[in-house]
């Protein structure tokens, strides 16, 4: 949790002169985008469901981010929370229909940062998850993609990577085993 809250802060801190340098040079943007990709996707897909649209939702933040960049005041807030206001608005955008109407409510009722800082925190717990899978090993880390991001089954991996299920099970649990321990050494 210390980790995550350094990070946050370390990020917040540097957010100013990224900003202020992507603004003089649009090029520079690829600097904030790389800084908050796997917060805004992570933030999408929890809403959305759907990984298609969640990857477009977030190419679009991103978009509309980079368009208005000149128009962005820093008030001491993270630029993520910026960020998070254009998802959830081209989230209500995209979600017209009346099923919605709830997710709706939910969106509409962030209003700042703090309000939203327990959330902030899970999308940090998110994008330390997805960044800890990336340092598995390789064939641990398919295994993590195709049961947990593609949702397939034992059988479903065990076929894609020419395993046994047993070999797959022993895997996907070494690798679960693996990010437990890196996430509560995060959390310390």
Known sequence: ????????????????????????????FAELYENN???????????????GESEDLTAEVFHHALANLKKYEWRGIPFAAWLFRIAANLISDRWQKPK????????DQIESIE????ELEEVER???LFRLVDT??????????LRFV???????????????EGAVK????RALTTLRARMEGADA
Request: proline share 2%; net charge positive.
């Open 136 to 145: 598995l090993p390789a064939e641990q880390q398919r295994v993590i993609v």
């Open 1 to 28: 949790m210390k980790a995550l809250k350094k990070e946050a802060d370390d990020l917040s801190k540097n957010d100013r002169l990224l900003i202020e340098a992507a603004q003089a040079d649009p090029a520079r």
């Open 150 to 164: 593609e949702q397939k089954s034992i059988k479903e991996v065990a076929q894609a990577i020419r395993k046994t």
């Open 115 to 118: 309000a939203g800082a327990a």
């Open 100 to 107: 919605h109407e709830q997710l709706l409510g939910e969106l």
């Open 37 to 51: 990709f796997e917060r805004v996707y992570a933030y999408i897909v929890r809403r959305v469901g759907d990984r």
């Open 170 to 173: 022993q895997l996907q649990f």
């Open 126 to 128: 998110k994008a330390t």
